[in-house]
């Protein structure tokens, strides 16, 4: 039920928020507002014909955040003061590359069956992967699921260096602002 209702209900959602986020650039935001559209078209005929147009919905998503992410890198990365804003804008970067790596790792899946190992019987093959990619880009890696394609193993490393680059450059760009912020208002 959660994964063929609600959750492309919650992806609308989250086009709605990230055309809001993109405010700022016309193009952005008619890029994203062409991506809503193509992806409520793509829900709407799931819905009445029950026919699955997964690859096209992953395809419209992963454009979606890889767009979205790019964004509010841009936004963190610009900001002059370092305020609650900034402080969610590198949050929601980060799970933003965490659903970029899920969507790399659903379309290798999806493409390659059996691309990985060790998933849980219970929880769908989303919930496994989400899991994965989160786990993978944070490099604690577990060692529950395993990639185990050529293939699923280089989006492994790849993932883990996003997810370090963004930890080590974008968070230490945001605290260097916020220690330059606080000196000069202490002098």
Not at 4 to 30: C, E, Q, R, Y
């Amino acid at each position: 039920m959660f994964d063929t209702t609600i959750a492309p209900i919650l992806f609308l959602v989250n086009l709605l928020a990230g055309i809001l986020i993109a405010s700022k650039s016309k193009f952005l935001k008619f890029t994203l507002f062409i991506l809503l559209l193509a992806s409520i078209a793509i829900v709407t005929v799931e819905f009445m014909n029950r026919n699955s147009y997964g690859i096209w919905r992953m395809i419209v998503y992963f454009l979606f955040y890889v767009l979205v992410t790019l964004e509010l890198i841009k936004q963190v990365w610009r900001a002059k003061v370092v305020d609650k804003k900034v402080i969610y804008g590198l949050v929601s970067g980060y799970i933003s590359l965490g659903l970029i790596a899920f969507f790399i790792c659903l379309s290798i899946e999806t493409l390659h069956p059996n691309s990985y190992s060790g998933f849980i019987e219970s929880s769908t093959i989303t919930e496994n992967l989400t899991y994965y990619s989160y786990i993978t880009l944070m490099t604690i890696g577990y060692g529950d699921i395993l990639p185990i394609t050529s293939l699923s193993q280089k989006a492994a490393i790849l993932i883990g260096l996003i997810g370090q680059v963004y930890l080590v450059v974008i968070t230490a760009i945001v605290v260097g602002k916020y220690i330059n912020q606080k000196n000069n208002q202490i002098l």
